[in-house]
Structures are given as structure tokens and as C-alpha cells.
């Protein structure tokens, strides 16, 4: 096994200090119609984690995000949550085993494929879980993410990963819906103090929205991040494949 280097001493490429990634869950409408012109005008590859109800009747137009060079993930199929929300009561992760969540990844995945002409190579899980089933039962399925996909990323984490040290199975993502410029530049700057890697999770982007991204804050936040020389601004698979292959030759 390779040997993990503490996170001072991890090497960004073309001299960068850290790396930032943006990211969308669900596949909303509203990405495709505020979301990727914002992001093309800026040169800024993204990553979107789709799940297949919400692809129907927009294949064309997310082959056509693909071909943009913006990545696309899986987020499952039906985008299971903890029962204790509302709107995923039907469908608790508490009533899942991990063969039922595995085939669902597969599932997914074979979808996108179908439809889209590729196939995901990171996963995000759904409202930030990774537990499923109850009490002496529960289980972690990130071994099942790491052994299907080169990253996983969560949620509700508000803070920059470690590249020398993350999960690459588990990594932090911090939500940007509904955050000002100025939050959004803390977090930016705190990740190039730390050498960190820093990844944004966005829902809807439009404005007024508490679980979307303002489409004026995304402007400014993908003209500071292209403006700043010192920050690498790709998708998750691509960061993801560099931390990857630092460690293996570290």
C-alpha cells in the first residue's frame, strides 16, 4: 500500500496551492438554464450528479454538458434519504441492505450510459449519507462506493479535504446554496491558506432559494476562482485522479 504524505507536503500541479471543485446535485432544470452558460462564459468544468427521473426529456441537452468537458456523476436512481425528511419517506435508506444500494449504483450508472454515452466515475451520495439500515444493522456503504467508483463525494461539510490524507470514497463537500460572495470567498481563501481541496455542492441556480445558487454569486465565484492564479479549478474525477496517482508515486 502506498504511503499517505501529510497534507503540507502535497504536490498541485503547475504550481498551484489548492485545488477547487463546483458541483450540482439532482440534474435540476435550472442547471441547464441559469447553470452552464454562467459556467462556459468562465472556462470552469463542473461536475453534476444526476439522477435518471430527473434526466427524462433533457438527454440531448446533458450530452451536450458531457461534450462541454463538464463531468457527469451518479447520484443513484431514486435518491434515497433518511426517512426523518419528508419528501424521501416513501423510500428511507434506513429500509435499505447494501445489495439493494449496490444494484442501485449499477443501475444508475447503466442508465447514464444508456442515455448519455458515459459512465460515472464519481458518485454523491444522496443528502450527504452514508449509513443505511438500523440500529445493529446499520451500515456504512462507502466500501461499496470506493469499490465501484474512483470518488465519492458528500454533503454538509464545510470544509476544504486534506489531499494528502481524504477518503478519496468520502470526501467533504460544502454546501454553496444560499451563501453570499463573501462566505464562499472565506471558504475559497481558507482552502488556499491550507494547500487544501475545496468542493462546492449547488442545487437549483436561480436566485432566492434556499437550496439554490444565486446566479450572480455563481458569476462571481467562477471569476474569482479563474482570476486567482493559485487555485487548480477542474471537476472531481480530474482532482480526484491527481490525488490519486501523488499518492501511488509518492
Not at 7 to 13: K, L, N, Q, T
Not at 25 to 54: A, H
Request: charged content about 20%; aromatic content about 10%.
Amino acid at each position: 500500500m502506498p504511503t499517505v504524505p501529510p497534507a503540507s507536503s502535497f504536490a498541485w500541479p503547475a504550481g498551484k496551492r489548492c485545488a477547487v471543485s463546483l458541483s450540482f446535485d439532482d440534474g435540476r432544470v435550472t442547471q441547464l438554464e441559469n447553470g452552464i452558460s454562467i459556467l462556459d462564459s468562465c472556462g470552469v468544468k463542473s461536475t453534476f450528479y444526476l439522477t435518471p427521473p430527473w434526466m427524462e426529456q433533457r438527454h440531448d441537452a446533458w450530452r451536450n454538458v458531457e461534450r462541454a468537458g463538464h463531468e457527469i456523476g451518479n447520484h443513484t436512481v431514486s435518491h434515497p434519504c433518511t426517512g426523518n425528511l419528508e419528501f424521501t419517506r416513501g423510500n428511507p435508506i434506513e429500509d435499505y441492505t447494501l445489495e439493494r444500494m449496490d444494484a442501485e449504483l449499477a443501475q444508475a450508472n447503466a442508465i447514464i450510459e444508456e442515455k448519455l454515452g458515459v459512465t460515472p466515475t464519481t458518485f454523491a451520495y444522496p443528502c450527504g449519507g452514508t449509513f443505511l439500515g438500523r440500529g445493529e444493522d446499520a451500515q456504512s456503504y462507502i466500501p461499496l462506493v470506493a469499490k465501484r467508483f474512483l470518488a465519492g463525494r458528500g454533503y454538509w461539510e464545510p470544509y476544504p479535504n486534506a489531499p494528502g490524507l481524504c477518503d478519496l470514497a468520502h470526501l467533504l463537500g460544502c454546501s454553496f446554496d444560499a451563501l453570499p460572495f463573501e462566505t464562499v470567498k472565506k471558504l475559497i481563501d481558507r482552502t488556499i491558506a491550507e494547500g487544501g481541496w475545496l468542493i462546492l455542492v449547488g442545487h437549483d441556480v436561480r436566485p432566492n432559494d434556499w437550496q439554490g445558487v444565486d446566479p450572480g454569486v455563481l458569476r462571481r465565484i467562477c471569476h474569482y476562482l479563474v482570476e486567482t492564479d493559485e487555485i487548480w479549478v477542474d471537476t472531481i474525477a480530474q482532482i480526484a485522479r491527481h490525488v490519486r496517482d501523488e499518492r501511488m508515486n509518492g
